[in-house]
């Protein structure tokens, strides 16, 4: 693999960072870091987007499931990004890599001015290489683990999009836990056949979209497909693929055929 700057953004969901329990699956952590910090290594610029927070903050405080209180659901958010943050700085820091962490609400991309603020500490922070670990605010922002409804934001797929798009990224990889965008639901239809490549978000290619995720996360392929409407508008190609083999962001990088590829610039 040769030395680019090919600029990267990688989100990974809730169901890939943690177990079923909701506590923090290290391993699997640790593996990302250990191929994103290779990859930086290599000279691309990485931004990761993580999910997570509720999920081990619900684990780390003991609580028998997941808050249904809005405002208990933001402290448990506020425990869990600190745990988050705390194990990642750990793993990058083996890896000899600094990290950054950045919280954002739809303000924070909708208003220009702080849109604008924004974008160039993402830059600064790469040039200095570092990686930036993102995820939206839900200590101040009830967007995502309320109602989903926010102009802007709502999910870290969309998240990861936007920043994608702020960012001038030339790629964005959702790590999830499915290989990619199927032609039928592949748990009720043995047959369904995985696309690697869509080159459109045609009216069939989004029927396609299943609804939300595992109990762990809040995402589903409509999401996905709504952030590859983002990014594939922005210039950015986006893959979705199975994060339990973070070594598939070699091949991905490389523009071999992993998980579903969306090709950038039809986006409509």
């Avoid at 402290?75 to 919280?103: P, T, W």
């Avoid at 670990?133 to 922002?141: A, I, K």
Wanted: one cysteine or more.
């Amino acid at each position: 693999m040769s030395s680019v700057n090919q600029r990267i953004v990688v989100k990974v969901g809730t169901s890939t960072l943690t177990h079923d329990s909701g506590t923090l699956d290290l391993r699997s952590m640790e593996h990302l870091v250990r191929v994103l910090s290779d990859l930086r290594g290599n000279g691309y610029e990485i931004i990761l987007v993580s999910s997570g927070a509720i999920a081990v903050g619900t684990a780390k405080l003991g609580l028998p499931e997941r808050p249904r209180e809005l405002r208990l659901k933001q402290a448990v958010a506020a425990v869990g990004q600190c745990r988050m943050m705390h194990i990642y700085d750990k793993f990058f820091s083996e890896y000899n890599c600094s990290m950054a962490q950045i919280l954002l609400t739809g303000d924070d991309v909708d208003d220009p001015i702080r849109a604008a603020h924004l974008r160039a500490t993402f830059f600064s922070l790469l040039e200095m290489g570092v990686i930036p670990v993102v995820n939206e605010n839900d200590s101040v922002s009830s967007a995502e683990i309320e109602t989903g409804a926010h102009k802007i934001l709502g999910d870290n797929d969309t998240l990861s999009a936007i920043v994608a798009s702020l960012c001038e990224a030339e790629l964005l990889v959702l790590l999830s836990d499915i290989d990619g965008l199927y032609d039928a639901d592949p748990h009720t239809h043995p047959d369904a056949r995985l696309l690697h490549r869509v080159d459109a978000l045609t009216p069939e290619i989004l029927q396609m979209a299943g609804g939300a995720g595992t109990w762990r996360g809040t995402g589903g392929m409509a999401t996905k497909l709504s952030a590859a409407s983002i990014a594939m508008k922005a210039g950015c190609d986006m893959v979705i693929t199975n994060g339990k083999n973070p070594e598939s962001l070699y091949d991905i990088v490389l523009g071999k055929e992993i998980g579903t590829r969306f090709i950038a610039g039809k986006g409509e």
